[in-house]
């Protein structure tokens, strides 16, 4: 999948991907997309229920290099 934006959260432990997401998220227009990077275990968790509580759509998640690719239409 194709991202606009891509942000590297990996290494950084929870809460630090999602804030992160949360800045750049603020940056970008509505319908564009945010691929975030994060290899801490919490983001599967953390990541779609920050897109549920904040109005993002999660279009998919994919492994990556030993992280996980988050892709994030922003609202």
Not at 7 to 20: R, T
Not at 26 to 48: E, F, H, N, T, W
Not at 68 to 73: D, G, K, V
Request: hydrophobic share 45%.
């Amino acid at each position: 999948m194709k991202a606009d934006v891509e942000l590297d959260a990996i290494g950084l432990l929870c809460p630090l991907p999602v804030l992160k997401a949360r800045k750049r998220l603020k940056s970008m227009a509505s319908g564009q997309v945010l691929c975030v990077l994060a290899s801490d275990p919490a983001a599967v968790v953390d990541i779609p229920h920050f897109c549920t509580e904040s109005g993002h759509e999660l279009l998919t998640s994919e492994p990556r290099d030993g992280a996980t690719a988050y892709f994030i239409r922003h609202q």
